[in-house]
């Protein structure tokens, strides 16, 4: 990593990477072409058409209360956060990502609401799937209403946790037959507690079937943090510890990441460790995502273009009217603040090369366009993992800086072409990440940026700088204040 400095007042004729360097000529006439008068701008990367980013996030209706007298009540609340997201698709254009337990889906059979899931079915907006705790019927009861049995998480006999599976899925599956739809269409799996060697068995793809249900469940989660869907064994629906090892060509199932946390809570869940989820992280993990997919739009990355999905997570005991996250919010506030940005900034918006930035989506849309792509790139990878076993990033240098930071709004009042996000890491030090869609242009810093900087650059280079403007291009440049720790 080189480190240079410049002066843009004091040393005339100096400009920052970008200008000097690799095509240094073809890059200052460039920059010079304003500023004498003449319109247009050089020939850069060629633009690529592509898809837009998928937004999918993930709703899990989790497990009400396990006896009668418990049942029926939180049942009733977590119906209502159902309605009321919902409400605010129907308002919004928003999609639901919807994964039940046999616990909520019973309370729904049981109380009649099943219209509840109307739009729920292939076909419509929304999708429903399923979403297995560690519960079954009581074995000496198993008619018994609103009655679950408990067993520990990732539970190793095969036996239970096919009663698990068996009793849970009826539910769900009755879901779809009331709605007038065969149970066989119920093909989602996003997420169980119960892990065993071969999963197979449980989702029904294996050659030798003895699970007293007719699914085959192709279509489930994937790594959290990974920007596209793959093809990958049924194992990975907890993860591996190195992505690449995600990745199965020959695997039945097609995998849907969600990539980032918990809306409305930053906290530990479950085997994944600290998931960010608060409304300023999910905006900082979308900028970051939509910049990488603008990297493979614009031409600079030399990746075909791939399926790009989005998303967060949540659950009906999180989003009732009383509930708050980790950040003291309502959540169901954090929500609409979400859905609004998105839909004000990406959604359905296009960039000066045409193409569509972001668009609502459900997991049967994705994973058909998956298909699709899938056939015309035949043996090529879509997780596009880096030489660390990771998902590539074309500007994780640029990005380094941003693990820990926030993102704390857009910036005010830059020239026509310019975007500006601002972040705040841990200390309270601003950040800001600038880009330009109308090539090289000098942003004067005014009251928002620091007269004295550090600026880092995609290739792996930082400049120090000082002056009264920012020189930025189409390449993202992070710019920190100097004297911060970021």
Known sequence: MSNKIFDHEAEAGMYPR??????????????????????????????????????????????IGTTPQSGPTVYAQHRDAVLWLEDLAQQSGMKINAFSTGLYAEGAVRSGDFSDFADFMPGGPH?????????????????APWT???????????????????????????????????PIENIIMHGSHVQLD???????????????????????????GIYHPYRGPASTVTGQEDPSEDEDFGAPYVHVPIVSGVIGYDEVHGPEGMVYGTVPYIKRDFIL????????ERGASG????????????????????????????????????????????????TP????????????????RFLEWEEAHPGVTSIDNNEEG????????????????????????????VRGERFRDPEGAFLWLLWSDAGNVAVPVGDEFPVSRTVRHADGTTTSERGETILVGETPILVVEDGSTS
């Not at 995502?289 to 493979?296: C, I, N, Q, T």
């Not at 090369?353 to 058909?368: D, F, K, P």
Request: aromatic share 12%; hydrophobic share 35%; proline share 7%.
């Open 198 to 224: 071969d999963m197979s068995e449980l989702y029904g793809t294996s050659e030798t079937r003895s699970v007293d249900y007719p699914n085959v469940f192709t279509l489930l989660e994937g790594r959290r």
């Open 303 to 350: 990746e075909p273009p791939r399926i790009w999905v989005f998303g967060w997570g949540s659950h009906p005991y999180q989003t009732t009217a009383q509930s708050r996250g980790t950040d003291g919010r309502l959540v169901r506030d954090s929500w609409s603040e979400i859905v609004a940005w998105l839909n004000e900034y990406y959604v359905g918006k296009e």
């Open 390 to 417: 990771g998902p590539r990033q074309e500007l994780a240098f640029l990005f380094e800086p941003l693990g820990d930071a926030a993102h704390d709004g857009e910036v005010a009042d830059l020239p026509e072409g």
């Open 353 to 368: 090369n045409g193409n569509e930035i972001a668009r609502w989506a459900n997991y049967r849309e994705v994973e058909a």
């Open 18 to 63: 970008g200008i000097l360097g690799r095509g240094r000529f073809l890059l200052f006439f460039c920059a010079m072409l304003p500023i004498v008068g003449l319109g247009g701008r050089c020939e850069g990367p060629s633009a690529k058409v592509v898809e837009p980013i998928y937004l999918v996030h993930s709703y899990h209706l989790d497990p």
């Open 148 to 182: 679950w049995v408990e067993e520990p998480a990732n539970i190793e006999d095969p036996e239970i946790a096919r009663a698990i599976y068996e009793d849970q899925i009826f539910f769900v599956n009755e879901l779809f037959r009331q709605n007038g739809v065969d």
């Open 127 to 143: 999708t429903l799937g399923v979403h297995l705790h560690a519960h079954h019927k009581p074995f000496d009861a198993p008619d």
């Open 289 to 296: 995502e939509y910049l990488e997919w603008r990297e493979v």
